[in-house]
Structure formats: C-alpha cells, structure tokens
C-alpha cells in the first residue's frame, strides 16, 4: 500500500532539504577555539572535571567564529575571549538573586575601563582586565567604542524585568538587550568606525561641506575590507522621484582597508558610480520617494541600517 507521502512504505527522512546557501566560519577557528580554551581552563575557577568538559564542549570560540566568519585575525581572539567570558559570567548569574547580580556585574564595569585595578586573586577581575586592556593596547579607539554595548548587555542579565509577566512586544525588547544586539552589530560591521571616519573624509575632499547644503552623504555599502560611499555634491538639483529614470551620476569613494586592517586608503572609483546610482534608485523604489534611505547597507551580514542621510545629523 502506498504511504500518503508517496514513499511507498519506507520511512521519511529526517535529512534537512539542500540549500544554496553554505555556513561559513572564521578560518582560524581550530586554532582559536584551543587557544582560548586553554586559557580558560588555566585561569577560570571551574567547580569539578565534569564542569571542566562541559565549557569544552559548549565550544564558546567556535560560535564566535560562527557569528564573525569574516572578523579580521588580529581580532578574532578577543571577540572570542570577550564572548566567552560575558557567557561564564552569564551562568553564574544564574545562581544569584538580581541584587547580588547587578551588583558583580557592576563591580566589572569600571575594572572593564580600567578604572580600578583588579583583585588577582579573584579570576573573572584579573581576565576582565587584561583582556580589556589588550584590546585597548591593540585598538583604543574601537575598544572603547565596544564598551557600552557590552555593558548594556551585563545590565540586561540582571533586569528584573525578566521575572514579570510581560507581553510579546515587551518581550522582545527585552531579549534585543539580553542577547546583547548592540554588542553583537558592533563586533560584526566595523561599520561604525567606518562612519566615524566619514566627516575626516569629507573635509579632505571637500573643506567646506559642512556649510554648504549641497553636499550631502547619500549611502555606504559594507563588503567586508572595503566601504563604498557615495556624495551627492548637488543636494539641491537631486531628485528622488526620478532618480530611478535619470540615474544622476553620483562620485563614489571606496574606503579600503589596508596593511592587515590597520589602516585606511581612500580611492575615487569612477566606475561604480553608474552602480551605486542604480542602487539608490532601487531603493527609492523599495522605500518610497518621501522617505530617506538607509545610510548603511551592509552586504557582508545583509543588514540594513536606518539612519539619517546627512552626516551633520549623525551622533559621531
């Protein structure tokens, strides 16, 4: 007799469809994952063997090197020391009330700035502290732009608002903190330190930008080790309605990554200004002719992000 599902008797598999798309991981991920679990188990205070093996197999580092497949080397061991330690911490959280939570969590703060010393003989202060300070050795700037998204995300373990009843839409701004999104969006772009560098740029192209209207950032567009950007230099004769049918020519710059990440080298790219043009023009499509286009697509991690067109509105 044949089975409903056409199988003619024979059990259905399990197996998941085929995708087109393929996970991809950090390369270095073999070699980090025991590095930084070495480390851990050297110095962290596991209760027993059994607890030992555990934080083994959870394979923190190997998530890490999930979530940043395309972190640049010289930055993928601290994300994954970072991770795993907010995670550590996290399960002995578990253990506390929200009192005694908020207030361990609020004595690592201001030893994460490395505004006090830590007590060496008390292992999350002492991995804290020196894993903030290499970090702000190897990159100050960027260290110190991670801070505060990682304390949102220590603050969020220990809000009572996870004891009370609470309906979806509270829920999940909550668990947006909880998860630690701001964290985890700065870790993966870089896209902001981009940003941070647009108006330095601007002012070399064009001194006087910021007091004249015209000169508008229209959008950037993330691939990895190199930022395009396009300028509207004539806000004023710029028409959003028929940008789709004029295809108005836009310069385009490409900030590009070089010596290892290190550094950044600014090139006008005259070739895509056709393609970034289009772009925009699908965009105002998509979005409306009204309203502004997000500022930052990111195609690495196909994420979008809404902020304002002109950088004299941006808080950078």
């Known amino acids: 007799m044949k089975k409903p599902n056409g199988t003619n008797g024979a059990s259905s598999s399990l197996e998941p469809p085929p995708s087109t798309f393929q996970p991809l991981c950090h390369p270095l991920v073999e070699e980090v994952s025991k590095e930084v679990d070495d480390y851990f188990l050297q110095h962290w205070n596991f209760p027993n063997e059994k607890a030992r093996k555990k934080f083994v197999v959870a394979g923190f580092s190997r998530v890490t090197c999930l979530y940043f497949s395309k972190a640049l080397d010289d930055r993928i061991y601290f994300a994954c ?121 601007l002012n070399d192209i064009f001194p006087n930008w910021e007091h004249d209207n015209r000169i508008r950032f229209l959008a950037v567009e993330v691939f990895h080790d190199r930022t395009y950007m396009a300028f509207d230099i004539n806000h004023h004769d710029y028409n959003f309605r028929t940008a789709h049918q004029d295809k108005t020519a836009l310069p385009v710059y490409v900030l590009r990554r070089v010596h290892k990440g290190r550094n950044w080298a600014l090139v006008r790219l005259p070739q895509e200004d056709g393609r970034l043009c289009t772009r925009l023009a699908d965009l105002h499509r998509a979005h409306g002719y009204d309203v502004e286009l997000p500022i930052v697509e990111d195609n690495t991690s196909m994420i979008v992000h809404a902020n304002p067109r002109s950088l004299a509105e941006l808080a950078i």
């Open 81 to 201: 020391r970072l991770l795993t330690v907010l995670f550590l911490i996290d399960d002995l959280l578990e253990y506390m009330s929200f009192e005694e939570g908020s207030a361990y969590n609020e004595k690592l703060i201001p030893i994460s700035r490395g505004d006090v010393l830590p007590d060496r003989s008390i292992p999350v202060e002492y991995i804290i502290y020196d894993l903030w300070e290499s970090m702000r050795a190897h990159d100050r700037e960027m260290a110190d732009e991670i801070l505060e998204p990682v304390f949102l995300f220590m603050r969020a373990q220990t809000d009572r608002t996870r004891a009370r009843p609470m309906g979806l839409g509270g829920y999940l701004e909550y668990r947006e903190r909880d998860v630690g999104k701001e964290y985890v969006w700065v870790q993966i772009l870089g896209v902001y330190g981009a940003l941070s560098l647009a108006k330095r740029i």
